[in-house]
């Protein structure tokens, strides 16, 4: 259960670290706002599909956990990281569901300036759960 738990967390945060700090600049570098914001679109797609697989096996794996040792047995850090992983997901929702589905819409319809919001909108989001993220890693470390 942990390896599987800590394979999905590194899978997402890995790809999020990789999208904001690699993909991002080297693409706004080297591409003009179509090939961009279709190669930037293409790949959240499927690293999207990823993200999802990678929450499903994060609750499942997680809540097994907890379970196994009991809520009142836990520690405090695998309460923290429980909230902050919902607050995640709930995030992540929002980022799909919202600016990820207009920067696919930006994209056909060949708005770049509406996809060019969309990604930096994406971004911000990303950036937040990537913070999020440490924090749970970090509750879990310090707390646990």
């Known amino acids: 259960m942990k390896f599987l738990h800590l394979f999905a967390a590194m899978a997402w945060l890995g790809g999020v670290t990789f999208m904001l700090f690699a993909l991002r600049p080297v693409a706004a570098e080297q591409l003009a706002p179509p090939q961009r914001l279709a190669l930037i679109a293409q790949v959240l797609r499927r690293f999207f599909a990823l993200v999802w697989i990678a929450i499903a096996v994060l609750l499942l794996t997680g809540l097994a956990m907890l379970l196994g040792v009991g809520m009142k047995h836990a520690p405090m850090g695998?309460?923290?990281?429980?909230?902050?992983?919902?607050?995640?997901?709930?995030?992540?929702?929002?980022?799909?569901?919202?600016?990820?589905?207009?920067?696919?819409?930006?994209?056909?319809?060949?708005?770049?300036?509406?996809?060019?919001?969309?990604?930096?909108?994406?971004?911000?989001?990303?950036?937040?759960?990537?913070?999020?993220?440490?924090?749970a890693i970090a509750a879990v470390f310090f707390l646990a």
Do not use: C, T
């Open 78 to 135: 695998w309460h923290l990281m429980l909230g902050i992983g919902l607050l995640m997901f709930a995030l992540f929702g929002h980022l799909y569901f919202g600016p990820f589905r207009r920067l696919k819409l930006a994209v056909s319809a060949s708005d770049w300036p509406e996809g060019g919001r969309r990604v930096a909108q994406i971004a911000a989001l990303a950036m937040a759960n990537l913070v999020l993220g440490a924090l």
